[in-house]
T-cell receptor, first 112, second 112 residues
C-alpha cells in the first residue's frame, strides 16, 4: 500500500539553528501538507501545498517556516531559526483531489 | 473548546465488547469528517470518513454516526480487539478548504 515517508524520524537541534524535514508524499497525490503535534496535544494544521505553491496556511505557519517541492518526489519543511516551542512531532501528509488525507509516521523535532 | 496538556479522556473496554468514541465538532459549516487512529509514536491512520449529506457510514468493524443538529460524531468499533488500543481523533473539514481541524482525542484501552 502506498505510504507517505518522512526523514529523519528524530532530529535534535540547538535553538536558533535551521532544520529541514523531508517527506516523500504518495506518488499520484496532488496536495501536500504539514501538520504538527506538540506532545500530548491535538494535531494542528500548518500548511497545504498544491501546484507548486502554498494553497492554505495557519497562524502557526509564520515567517520562520517555509515549504518547498525541490523535485518531483520530495516535499520539505524548513524552520529557519528554531525555538524551544517548535519541539513537536511534524507530520507530512498528502491527498489526491479529495480531502482524504494520508499521514506519514512523523519526524520528532527536539529543540534544546 | 481547546484541550491542552497530557490528559486525554480514556475509554476502557473488554476485548470483544463494542466501543463507542464520541466527538463534538466545533464548526457548523464543516461538511466532511474523518476518524483517525494514532498509535504511540506513529502518524494518524485513516479509519473512515463521512460527508454531511449522510448520517451513517459503515466500514469493516467500524461505523461512523453524524448528528449535525448537535454537531456530534461517533465512532463505533465492533468486537474491539487489543490491536484497537490507540488514541482516536475526529477531524473536520469545510468544502473548499484543505485544512483538517482535529479534535482533542480519546484514548481507547482494550483489556484482554
Amino acid at each position: 500500500e502506498p505510504e507517505v515517508t518522512q526523514t529523519p524520524s528524530h532530529q535534535v537541534t540547538q535553538m536558533g539553528q535551521e532544520v529541514i524535514l523531508r517527506c516523500v508524499p504518495i506518488s499520484n497525490h496532488l496536495y501536500f501538507y504539514w501538520y504538527r503535534q506538540i506532545l500530548g496535544q491535538k494535531v494542528e494544521f500548518l500548511v497545504s501545498f498544491y501546484n507548486n505553491e502554498i494553497s492554505e496556511k495557519s497562524e502557526i505557519f509564520d515567517d520562520q517556516f517555509s515549504v518547498e517541492r525541490p523535485d518531483g518526489s520530495n516535499f520539505t519543511l524548513k524552520i529557519r531559526s528554531t525555538k524551544l516551542e517548535d519541539s513537536a512531532m511534524y507530520f507530512c501528509a498528502s491527498s489526491g483531489s479529495s480531502i482524504k488525507v494520508f499521514f506519514g509516521e512523523g519526524s520528532r523535532l527536539t529543540v534544546l | 473548546g481547546e484541550s491542552v496538556g497530557l490528559h486525554l479522556p480514556t475509554l476502557s473496554v473488554q476485548e470483544g465488547d463494542n466501543s463507542i468514541i464520541n466527538c463534538a465538532y466545533s464548526n457548523s459549516a464543516s461538511d466532511y469528517f474523518i476518524w483517525y487512529k494514532q498509535e504511540s509514536g506513529k502518524g494518524p491512520q485513516f479509519i473512515i470518513d463521512i460527508r454531511s449529506n449522510m448520517d451513517k457510514r459503515q466500514g469493516q468493524r467500524v461505523t461512523v454516526l453524524l448528528n449535525k443538529t448537535v454537531k456530534h460524531l461517533s465512532l463505533q468499533i465492533a468486537a474491539t480487539q487489543p490491536g484497537d488500543s490507540a488514541v482516536y481523533f475526529c477531524a473536520e473539514n469545510i468544502t473548499g478548504r484543505r485544512a483538517l481541524t482535529f479534535g482533542s482525542g480519546t484514548r481507547l484501552q482494550v483489556q484482554p
